[in-house]
Every structure is written in C-alpha cells, then in structure tokens.
C-alpha cells in the first residue's frame, strides 16, 4: 500500500515542487494490515495537517491499474519513505515499489532520496541478515515468493539490503519516545528536505561556504549547553545572508526554530511587544502570543519554563539595542539543553555581558557567549559576484576584465555595493562604464555611499523623493499607506517603487517596504545633507530629539516636509506649526499624552497627511482643521472617551478617506457633504452614530460605505443620490426596519450587506432589482417575509445569502433568471416549505447550494442542469424522503451533505456512482437502508459519513480513494 504527497499551496518562492521539477514531494510505502490504522493513519493525518494534499493507492486496486498509476507516482516523486513492518515483505507490491524507488534514486543524480523508517522490525531484517536465535521474517517471506515471482525476487532483495543500510528512523531504539515523537521528526525532516521553512536566500551566493562552516564549528552542536553566537561587522557586508544560510542547515536538527528579521526597526516601529508576539507566536503557538499585551508578560511567560524543554534555534538578525535582546532572549536558562541563539548585528558591543546579577552577586552566565566577525569578500569571489549582476557569468568578459576588477576593488568588496553597481551596468556601453568608474574614483573612502550615488543619481526626482521617503519612514510598512500620498503629490508610486525595485534600492516582502541597511543610511544622508548642521534646514525630520528641537525654534524650518513626532510620550500639546510652511506630512502617531492640537495647524497649507493613531488622549480636533485645503489622508485616533468632529471638518476638499471606525464619535457634522473627493467612509462598530445627515448624499465621489454594528435607525432618502457607490455595509444594525426604495437608484452598487438586521422586516422594495451592477446580496438572520420578482433582474448577482430568514416561506421562481448565480445559501430558513422551484435548473453558473435546516418537501428534477455545482448541503431537511436520480447528473459535485434527513428512506439512487468528482459524502443520522453498488465508482472519495445510520446492514465494495469512513 502506498501513499504519495504533494503541496501546490506553497507560494512562489517558496514551492518544493517548482524547486525540484516533481509531480509529487512524498511517496509514503507501507504494508496496509500492519500500519494502516495506526501509525501509517497518524503519520497521514500529521502531514495533511501541515497542508499536504495526498495521493492514495490501496492494494484492492487491479494489477494492471497499480502498474498505470503506482510507478508513474514513484518516478515523479523526490522523497521516497518506506515504513518497514513485520509483513512488508510480505506484500510483492511492497517489495515491488521498493525496488522502483532505488532504481529512481539511481538515475536521479541525487535529486531523489530514500527515508526509512524501521517500525517494528530492526534495520538487520531488513538487510536479510539471519541468526541463529531467530529466522529472519523478511529473508523467509522472499522464499515464498519465489516460486510466483522468481524473475523479481533477486532485485527485491538487492533494494532491501541497499534501503536497510540507509541511516533512518528505528523507533525500537528510541525506549522512552512514542509514535508521535518519531512522526514529529519525519514531519520535520521532510519539510526541511523539500525547503519548505527555508528562509529564502539569493541563489547568487558566493564564497560563503568557508564562513558558514567557521560558524556551525562555533556554534558546537554537540554540546548540551545554550550557546549564543553574535554575528558582527559593517551594514552590508552580508551578515544576514551567512545567518539565514546557518538557519537553512541547522533546523533539522532543533524541536522548534524561529528567524526574526529587522529586530532594530521592527521594534523602534512596532514596540517590543510585536516582535515577542513574532517570537512565541513561531516557538509555541498563536494562542500563546494572544496573551502578551506589554514587556514583560513573555519574560514571566518564558520565565515560567514554557521553553525550557525545548531544544531551539533562533536567529535575531539586526539587533542594535542591548534592551532588544533582553527582551527576546536574555538568559540561557529560557531555552532547553543545546539551544542555539544567533544575533546579527553591525555593533561589537552587543551581547557582551559575561555574568549576570543574583542576590549572591555576580555569576556566571548559564549560557556559552561566541562571536564571529564577517570579513570582506575575497577578491576573486568578490569578482564572482560582481560578474553575475554584470554581466549574468562568474567571471567578466575577457575585453571588460580589468575594468570590472577595477570597479570592485573601488566598491571595498562589499557584496551590497557589487550587487547594486553591478545591476546599475548590466548592458550598458563602455563608455558607461568608464564613466562609473571615474565617479567612484572621486569618493575612494566612501565606497559604498559612492556606488550607491551612482544608482540614485539615476533616478528622477519624483522616484528620489520617494526613495528618500521610504529610507526614513516607511521601511517595514505596508506599501499601501504612503501610495496615496505619492499620487497626490505627483510622484506617479507605480513608476518609482518598480524603479527603486529595478535598480536594487529597495525589496517588497508581504507587501511591505525592505531596504537594506546601508541603502537606508544612504537615504538617511542624503537628507541630511540638505545641511549637516541645522535639521530644520532639512526637508525631513524622523528622530524625536530633532523634531523636538525644531518645534522650539521661533523661527520655525522653512524646508520641512515631513515631521514624525510618533511616540513622544510627553508631547500634551503641538506648539505652533505655523512657521513650518513647507510641512506636508505630520506624524503624531501613539502620542499617547497628546491632548489638544494647537490652531496653528490650519496654516500648514501644504499638509497632505496627518497621522493622528494612537493619541488616545484626544478628544477633539481644532476647528481650523478644516483650513487644510490639501489634506488627503487623516487617521484618526483611537480614543475610549467620545471623539467630536467639528463643523469645519466638512471643508476639507480633498480628503480621500475617513476610517473612524471603532471610534466613540457620536455623530457626523452635516458639513460632510463638502468631502466632495472622499471615496471611503467608515463608521464601523460606531456604535454611538444614531444618524445619517442628509448632505451625505452629497458625497458623489463615495465607492465604499461601512455602517455596521452603529445604531443608525434609518437612512436618509439621500442615500440614493451615491451615484458611484459599490459597497454598502450595514450588518448588525438594529434600529433598521426596512430598506428604503431609493436604494434602487445606486446604479453601480456591487455588494449589498445587511445581514444581521434582525429588525428589518417585511418584502425587499421591488427596486432592488434596478441595482444592475449588484454581485452580492447578504440578507442573512434578518425578519424580511420575501423576496420580489425583480430579484431576476439583478444579472451580475454571484452571491445570495439568506440564511437563518425566519419569515421567508419560498423562493420566487424568477431566482432562475440570475444566470450569473454562483452561491444561493437559504440555511436555517425554518419557514421555507415546499417544493424547489424547476427553473433552479437554470442556475448554470451556481457552484454552491445551501438547504439546510429547512422544510422543503423535494427538489426538482432540473436539479441535474447544474453542471458547475461543487457543493450541496442538505442537511436536516424531514420534508424529503429520497434524492431524486437526476442527482447523478450534477458532474461536478464534490461534497453532498444529508446528514439528518430524517425522512430519507430506502437505498440511495444508483446514478450517485456518476459523481465521479464527489469527495465528501455525508449521510448520518438517516433511515436510508443501503448504498448502491455504483458507490465503488467514486474514485475521488475520501470521506464518506454513516453515523447512526440504523437500518443499513451492510456496505458494498468501497473506493480505494476512501479515507475517513464514518
């Protein structure tokens, strides 16, 4: 019996399969009566777990079907793990699929691999060796097979003396470890094989195997002891890489593992907490991190031992803080024997302490502290890597050798500056190059500032201004916050992010900003060159001391553009802004103390954002806010208390957006009809907003509009003046009765929620069905009694969800006229009798229906018309006594649900053994009394459900695909 994995869910970057070429990551090889509902049964659910999609074969499959499809799956598979028990050898099969896999691993040039796990046999077995206490199970069972497969029997027994001295799992020699210890490590052995928890690495790596090797020699794996092991030298000399290379070849060998990156700006950004939520949330689970909510609730975590007896490996890349590393991994005695802990740093000093504090005094430290410090790159490797960024070779062309050795020997062999300079001249002309050259030459002692000026003087202004922004606030932040205030400023952000990504300056990880240390201080000096003297001669300003300082002068920064004040904790009041003329951004960001902000913030008639979150102390904003003529973007603090808007805040022409959401604003000014630009207006969990004013339906440039969860009672008749508007929100709103019919007139509206409504009650106005443009209706756990014809109007409708509708007794027939429909989900609509209407059948774009917990008493034979539906939940229906036979016609169906039907009698209709894509069957709690014999049909089948299922007797031959039977 066999097994084979694969997982097509990995991201690009990240896939095994696309790494290795093969159809399948696992072939899984065992002996079905031995292991199949134990440890096999185990090991298959742990590795569906971590996302595996799973091929089966069983051995009731035909000769000539297992040749078609077991072989095949052997040649396309990378690891091969066969799981020796007593009966293996039992099985030809087994024997058989054995000795493909060592002829695959033959041919493979090492792309292939055998794992052996020895179960219940030791590996001597296993390579036929006898003695004489004990005949050998294995060389007996080849003697009986002699006589049937004497062809085969000598390459079966070369396969096992070959497999048995591979070194694998022998878990009669592991006394005090359960299966699942031994599953947990075939678990982590396979992911690391597939490179499945690499951390991702440029494929250009060069001369890094001799300091990788200088490193893991330090880190001493076979010692017991915590060790820790600072990783030391310049930005940019590649001491994250030779880290995340470490990290890559050490994890197989720890319980758990965690690669922290950024530390230093993660934690100025962010605060210590995120990055020890990123730690447990890595070493121990997601729930374990809920419960951090300050410092030291981890350090009272970790000091509690919820990791002392776990052997770990962590790397801190970029600390640059002694109190960045007491708050992540201050002791050894956090850790379990053998742990490992590595820090990146450009700081020689960090991780220095040698002792620590007692009531005893000084004493030595629990832990073992090593340092390695990164060197410069040997010339000719330097060369190596220069080449490949040139030229896309390991060494330059024979006419552009001097040149380049030239280049490098200026950049100081640092792999950033070579990896940068050398894109910069990728095809470019000699002279180009010449011309570099002579540049670099000009700067000899500031190596990588110079090559670094190279690229940037490459680029225009709207792409340095960006730059310049993405070095000094934006790295690590979500690229869409700061997209907005490029466009608005006239930056064009899609031309100069993919510039800045082109050319090497910056990278886009999980859709936020990465910028290379040394690129981030060259961004940095760069505006500080504006002058070196006087920050507010500068045009951006990001340490607090500076900012603090250039609010104090009476003659305020003429230049000043941006100004981040985030996190001054003392900060109660903003002096006066009005000699900051040029501002266009200020950042009061978790100003937590920030009470009142002073009126000359309306002069700033530059300012374009402001950044008011986590000033939970403010109450209001000042009138003269509405003075900002430019302002596109305001984020709005999160405050306990009620937060009031002023009249004044309806002037502001230019605003964008408006999330105050889960804010304590009790009501909108009526001058919000002035927000004539605003495409986003959020009021959810508002829950103090009782009304709308009228002028909102002034808001023309309005797309998007999130009432839920506030206590409005009714729209205005305005609402239906939002002529561009495609989303309206409004779930969880008690105080509606009824949707007004003006609805009717928002000619683009795309999706309509107001599930949860539990007051609205009546008909839908008939309206409805003009909204042309509407892909999904939600009117779920509401009170309305029906739906009108014009439901059949609504053409691009995908979704209808209407479930748990209490007062809705049918479905209008002209729901057939929705051709777009893909689901309809009328759960829990205990009112809902009769038969389905016949023009169901029409539905032919409807991949998922939802019946369930209703009263219908039958569903058509137009039901076999589906053609594309994927799902059918009927669960506790008592109205229907059988499935009707048109069910075999519905192609697609992979999940069919019955459970509960309490009515349904009799055996299940042949033409079920047509849903050759059906995976999931679920007939429990039913009177059915038996299952057709077409039910072997269904070669995708994998669970199949019969609990309390009193009257069937017996089953008939099951698919082999099967693998939950309930």
Same mark, same amino acid.
């Given at each position: 019996?066999?097994?084979?994995?694969?997982?097509?869910?990995?991201?690009?970057?990240?896939?095994?399969?696309?790494?290795?070429?093969?159809?399948?990551?696992?072939?899984?090889?065992?002996?079905?009566?031995?292991?199949?509902?134990?440890?096999?049964?185990?090991?298959?659910?742990?590795?569906?777990?971590?996302?595996?999609?799973?091929?089966?074969?069983?051995?009731?499959?035909?000769?000539?079907?297992?040749?078609?499809?077991?072989?095949?799956?052997?040649?396309?598979?990378?690891?091969?793990?066969?799981?020796?028990?007593?009966?293996?050898?039992?099985?030809?099969?087994?024997?058989?699929?054995?000795?493909?896999?060592?002829?695959?691993?033959?041919?493979?040039?090492?792309?292939?691999?055998?794992?052996?796990?020895?179960?219940?046999?030791?590996?001597?077995?296993?390579?036929?060796?006898?003695?004489?206490?004990?005949?050998?199970?294995?060389?007996?069972?080849?003697?009986?097979?002699?006589?049937?497969?004497?062809?085969?029997?000598?390459?079966?027994?070369?396969?096992?003396?070959?497999?048995?001295?591979?070194?694998?799992?022998?878990?009669?020699?592991?006394?005090?470890?359960?299966?699942?210890?031994?599953?947990?490590?075939?678990?982590?052995?396979?992911?690391?094989?597939?490179?499945?928890?690499?951390?991702?690495?440029?494929?250009?790596?060069?001369?890094?195997?001799?300091?990788?090797?200088?490193?893991?020699?330090?880190?001493?794996?076979?010692?017991?002891?915590?060790?820790?092991?600072?990783?030391?030298?310049?930005?940019?000399?590649?001491?994250?890489?030779?880290?995340?290379?470490?990290?890559?070849?050490?994890?197989?060998?720890?319980?758990?593992?965690?690669?922290?990156?950024?530390?230093?700006?993660?934690?100025?950004?962010?605060?210590?907490?995120?990055?020890?939520?990123?730690?447990?949330?890595?070493?121990?689970?997601?729930?374990?991190?809920?419960?951090?909510?300050?410092?030291?609730?981890?350090?009272?975590?970790?000091?509690?031992?919820?990791?002392?007896?776990?052997?770990?490996?962590?790397?801190?890349?970029?600390?640059?803080?002694?109190?960045?590393?007491?708050?992540?991994?201050?002791?050894?005695?956090?850790?379990?024997?053998?742990?490992?802990?590595?820090?990146?740093?450009?700081?020689?000093?960090?991780?220095?302490?040698?002792?620590?504090?007692?009531?005893?005094?000084?004493?030595?430290?629990?832990?073992?502290?090593?340092?390695?410090?990164?060197?410069?790159?040997?010339?000719?490797?330097?060369?190596?890597?220069?080449?490949?960024?040139?030229?896309?070779?390991?060494?330059?062309?024979?006419?552009?050798?001097?040149?380049?050795?030239?280049?490098?020997?200026?950049?100081?062999?640092?792999?950033?500056?070579?990896?940068?300079?050398?894109?910069?001249?990728?095809?470019?002309?000699?002279?180009?190059?010449?011309?570099?050259?002579?540049?670099?030459?000009?700067?000899?002692?500031?190596?990588?500032?110079?090559?670094?000026?190279?690229?940037?003087?490459?680029?225009?202004?709207?792409?340095?201004?960006?730059?310049?922004?993405?070095?000094?606030?934006?790295?690590?932040?979500?690229?869409?916050?700061?997209?907005?205030?490029?466009?608005?400023?006239?930056?064009?952000?899609?031309?100069?992010?993919?510039?800045?990504?082109?050319?090497?300056?910056?990278?886009?990880?999980?859709?936020?900003?990465?910028?290379?240390?040394?690129?981030?201080?060259?961004?940095?000096?760069?505006?500080?060159?504006?002058?070196?003297?006087?920050?507010?001669?500068?045009?951006?300003?990001?340490?607090?001391?500076?900012?603090?300082?250039?609010?104090?002068?009476?003659?305020?920064?003429?230049?000043?553009?941006?100004?981040?004040?985030?996190?001054?904790?003392?900060?109660?009041?903003?002096?006066?802004?009005?000699?900051?003329?040029?501002?266009?951004?200020?950042?009061?960001?978790?100003?937590?103390?920030?009470?009142?902000?002073?009126?000359?913030?309306?002069?700033?008639?530059?300012?374009?954002?402001?950044?008011?979150?986590?000033?939970?102390?403010?109450?209001?904003?000042?009138?003269?806010?509405?003075?900002?003529?430019?302002?596109?973007?305001?984020?709005?603090?999160?405050?306990?208390?009620?937060?009031?808007?002023?009249?004044?805040?309806?002037?502001?022409?230019?605003?964008?957006?408006?999330?105050?959401?889960?804010?304590?604003?009790?009501?909108?000014?009526?001058?919000?009809?002035?927000?004539?630009?605003?495409?986003?207006?959020?009021?959810?969990?508002?829950?103090?907003?009782?009304?709308?004013?009228?002028?909102?339906?002034?808001?023309?440039?309005?797309?998007?509009?999130?009432?839920?969860?506030?206590?409005?009672?009714?729209? =205005?008749?305005?609402? $239906?003046?939002? *002529?561009? @508007?495609? /989303? !309206?929100? &409004?779930? #969880?709103?008690?105080? %509606? +009765?009824?949707?007004?019919?003006?609805?009717?007139?928002?000619?683009?509206?795309?999706?309509?929620?107001?599930?949860?409504?539990?007051?609205?009650?009546?008909?839908?106005?008939?309206?409805?069905?003009?909204?042309?443009?509407?892909?999904?209706?939600?009117?779920?756990?509401?009170?309305?009694?029906?739906?009108?014809?014009?439901?059949?109007?609504?053409?691009?409708?995908?979704?209808?969800?209407?479930?748990?509708?209490?007062?809705?007794?049918?479905?209008?027939?002209?729901?057939?006229?929705?051709?777009?429909?893909?689901?309809?989900?009328?759960?829990?609509?205990?009112?809902?009798?009769?038969?389905?209407?016949?023009?169901?059948?029409?539905?032919?774009?409807?991949?998922?229906?939802?019946?369930?917990?209703?009263?219908?008493?039958?569903? =058509?034979?137009?039901? $076999?018309?589906? *053609?594309? @539906?994927? /799902? !059918?939940? &009927?669960? #506790?229906?008592?109205? %229907? +006594?059988?499935?009707?036979?048109?069910?075999?016609?519905?192609?697609?169906?992979?999940?069919?649900?019955?459970?509960?039907?309490?009515?349904?009698?009799?055996?299940?209709?042949?033409?079920?053994?047509?849903?050759?894509?059906?995976?999931?069957?679920?007939?429990?709690?039913?009177?059915?009394?038996?299952?057709?014999?077409?039910?072997?049909?269904?070669?995708?089948?994998?669970?199949?459900?019969?609990?309390?299922?009193?009257?069937?007797?017996?089953?008939?031959?099951?698919?082999?695909?099967?693998?939950?039977?309930?």
């Amino acid at each position: 019996m066999s097994l084979a994995f694969t997982d097509p869910t990995m991201e690009e970057g990240s896939n095994s399969q696309a790494l290795s070429g093969h159809s399948y990551d696992v072939f899984l090889s065992f002996r079905g009566p031995d292991t199949r509902y134990q440890f096999t049964d185990c090991l298959y659910n742990n590795l569906e777990e971590a996302g595996i999609i799973i091929y089966r074969d069983t051995e009731s499959l035909p000769v000539g079907k297992k040749i078609r499809e077991l072989l095949p799956a052997i040649e396309d598979s990378k690891i091969y793990i066969p799981i020796f028990s007593k009966t293996y050898a039992s099985s030809p099969w087994c024997l058989r699929e054995l000795a493909h896999m060592v002829e695959c691993t033959s041919k493979s040039n090492e792309n292939k691999e055998i794992l052996p796990i020895f179960l219940d046999v030791e590996p001597d077995v296993v390579k036929l060796r006898t003695n004489e206490l004990e005949p050998n199970l294995y060389r007996q069972a080849l003697s009986e097979h002699q006589k049937e497969f004497s062809a085969e029997v000598k390459s079966w027994e070369k396969a096992l003396i070959e497999v048995g001295k591979i070194r694998g799992w022998n878990w009669q020699e592991q006394e005090h470890k359960g299966q699942g210890d031994l599953i947990r490590s075939v678990r982590r052995t396979v992911l690391v094989k597939l490179k499945v928890i690499y951390e991702n690495v440029t494929k250009d790596l060069v001369g890094v195997e001799d300091r990788v090797e200088a490193i893991i020699k330090k880190l001493d794996l076979k010692s017991d002891r915590v060790q820790f092991l600072r990783i030391y030298g310049i930005g940019g000399i590649g001491k994250t890489t030779l880290a995340k290379v470490v990290f890559n070849q050490l994890l197989s060998s720890f319980h758990h593992c965690c690669f922290l990156a950024d530390v230093g700006e993660l934690s100025r950004r962010h605060g210590v907490v995120y990055l020890q939520k990123q730690l447990l949330k890595e070493l121990l689970d997601s729930h374990s991190s809920d419960q951090i909510y300050r410092e030291n609730c981890v350090i009272n975590m970790i000091t509690r031992g919820v990791l002392r007896n776990k052997k770990i490996l962590i790397v801190l890349d970029d600390v640059d803080e002694e109190e960045q590393l007491r708050n992540l991994a201050d002791r050894g005695d956090w850790f379990g024997s053998g742990s490992r802990i590595i820090i990146t740093t450009r700081y020689r000093d960090i991780l220095k302490i040698e002792g620590e504090a007692s009531s005893e005094g000084l004493v030595k430290k629990s832990a073992k502290i090593l340092t390695y410090e990164v060197e410069v790159m040997q010339e000719h490797h330097a060369l190596k890597l220069f080449s490949r960024y040139a030229f896309r070779r390991d060494y330059p062309p024979n006419h552009c050798v001097s040149l380049s050795k030239n280049i490098v020997h200026i950049l100081g062999k640092l792999p950033l500056a070579l990896e940068v300079v050398g894109s910069s001249l990728n095809g470019k002309p000699e002279d180009f190059w010449k011309e570099t050259l002579k540049k670099l030459q000009d700067a000899p002692h500031k190596r990588v500032r110079s090559a670094l000026m190279i690229t940037y003087q490459r680029l225009d202004n709207a792409q340095r201004e960006v730059f310049m922004d993405i070095a000094c606030f934006f790295i690590g932040v979500d690229k869409t916050y700061p997209f907005y205030m490029w466009d608005a400023l006239g930056y064009y952000p899609r031309n100069a992010i993919d510039a800045l990504y082109l050319m090497s300056l910056i990278k886009i990880k999980d859709n936020t900003f990465w910028m290379h240390d040394q690129v981030r201080i060259f961004g940095r000096d760069i505006v500080c060159e504006e002058n070196f003297k006087y920050p507010y001669e500068r045009s951006r300003v990001w340490h607090p001391e500076n900012a603090m300082t250039i609010l104090k002068r009476k003659e305020g920064a003429s230049k000043l553009k941006v100004l981040d004040l985030s996190n001054c904790k003392y900060l109660t009041r903003t002096p006066d802004l009005s000699k900051l003329v040029s501002l266009e951004r200020l950042i009061l960001e978790d100003c937590c103390n920030l009470i009142e902000i002073d009126p000359s913030i309306g002069k700033l008639d530059s300012l374009i954002a402001l950044n008011l979150n986590g000033c939970q102390s403010l109450q209001e904003l000042p009138e003269v806010i509405g003075c900002l003529q430019h302002l596109t973007e305001i984020v709005m603090p999160d405050i306990l208390d009620k937060f009031i808007l002023p009249e004044t805040f309806g002037k502001l022409k230019s605003l964008l957006t408006l999330d105050v959401s889960q804010r304590q604003i009790s009501k909108l000014p009526f001058s919000i009809g002035g927000l004539v630009e605003l495409t986003r207006l959020n009021l959810y969990q508002c829950t103090k907003i009782k009304e709308l004013p009228d002028s909102v339906g002034k808001l023309q440039s309005l797309v998007e509009l999130d009432l839920s969860w506030t206590s409005i009672g009714h729209l =205005p008749d305005s609402i $239906g003046d939002l *002529k561009q @508007l495609k /989303v !309206l929100r &409004m779930s #969880h709103i008690i105080g %509606i +009765t009824k949707l007004p019919r003006v609805i009717g007139l928002m000619e683009k509206l795309e999706e309509l929620d107001v599930s949860d409504c539990w007051n609205l009650v009546g008909e839908i106005p008939e309206e409805i069905g003009s909204l042309s443009c509407l892909k999904v209706l939600d009117l779920s756990d509401t009170h309305i009694c029906g739906l009108p014809n014009s439901i059949g109007s609504l053409k691009q409708l995908r979704v209808l969800r209407m479930s748990h509708i209490r007062g809705i007794t049918k479905l209008p027939s002209a729901i057939g006229l929705v051709e777009k429909l893909e689901e309809l989900n009328a759960r829990g609509c205990h009112s809902l009798t009769g038969e389905i209407f016949e023009e169901i059948g029409k539905l032919s774009c409807l991949r998922i229906l939802d019946l369930s917990d209703t009263h219908i008493c039958g569903l =058509p034979h137009s039901i $076999g018309n589906l *053609k594309q @539906l994927r /799902v !059918l939940r &009927m669960s #506790h229906i008592r109205g %229907i +006594t059988k499935l009707p036979s048109a069910i075999g016609l519905v192609e697609k169906l992979e999940e069919l649900n019955a459970r509960g039907y309490q009515n349904l009698t009799g055996e299940i209709p042949e033409e079920i053994g047509k849903l050759s894509c059906l995976r999931i069957l679920d007939l429990s709690d039913t009177l059915v009394s038996g299952l057709p014999t077409t039910v072997s049909h269904l070669s995708n089948l994998q669970t199949l459900s019969l609990e309390s299922c009193p009257r069937i007797k017996q089953l008939p031959v099951l698919p082999s695909s099967l693998t939950c039977l309930r």
